[in-house]
């Protein structure tokens, strides 16, 4: 999770090979409606980016019914985005790559092909709700080069998806 050219898709492409697990590309599953309005230059509502939710949700139940685990690439902005997301299926992570404005800029500058233009980026700055302490994740500084933030994501899910002891008996 992050904002636009945080390498969400590149670190996410990069843990689902290693891992060898589903990857999904969250803007994918956008209506061509919300992409048209980024593209424009306007930021969705919350009742735009609805749809875009359900969809992804799906996505994660019909995955997690598999047991095989996934890594979606996707903005999760606002706590209560990624609440939806985490209700979706058991075990939902979160790897919050935060990335400094003036970097995102030069990133966002940089690259062609995507729909989302560098005027609504701060829109994403604006509307970002960091990982809180109490939601399963991680926090990344995403300024690094990519391979220093695989390194981080791989490390913190070994901790997390190692074995727990079992409950001490009465």
Request: hydrophobic share 40%.
């Amino acid at each position: 999770m992050g904002v636009s050219a945080s390498g969400k898709s590149t670190l996410g492409r990069l843990l689902a090979r290693e891992r060898d697990v589903p990857f999904a590309e969250g803007d994918d599953f956008h209506p061509a409606a919300n992409i048209a309005r980024m593209a424009a230059g306007h930021a969705l509502t919350d009742e735009e980016r609805g749809p875009w939710l359900s969809s992804l949700a799906r996505w994660i139940r019909r995955t997690a019914g598999t047991g095989a685990g996934a890594v979606v690439s996707c903005s999760a902005l606002k706590r209560e985005y990624r609440d939806v997301l985490r209700a979706a299926g058991p075990g939902v992570w979160f790897l919050y790559l935060a990335l400094d404005e003036e970097v995102a800029y030069a990133r966002i500058a940089r690259r062609s092909g995507h729909f989302m233009p560098p005027g609504l980026l701060q829109s994403q700055y604006d509307t970002l709700e960091p990982l809180q302490a109490d939601e399963p994740g991680l926090t990344v500084d995403a300024n690094t080069d990519p391979g220093a933030v695989l390194r981080r994501a791989r490390e913190a899910l070994a901790r997390f998806e190692a074995p727990r002891p079992p409950e001490p008996g009465p």
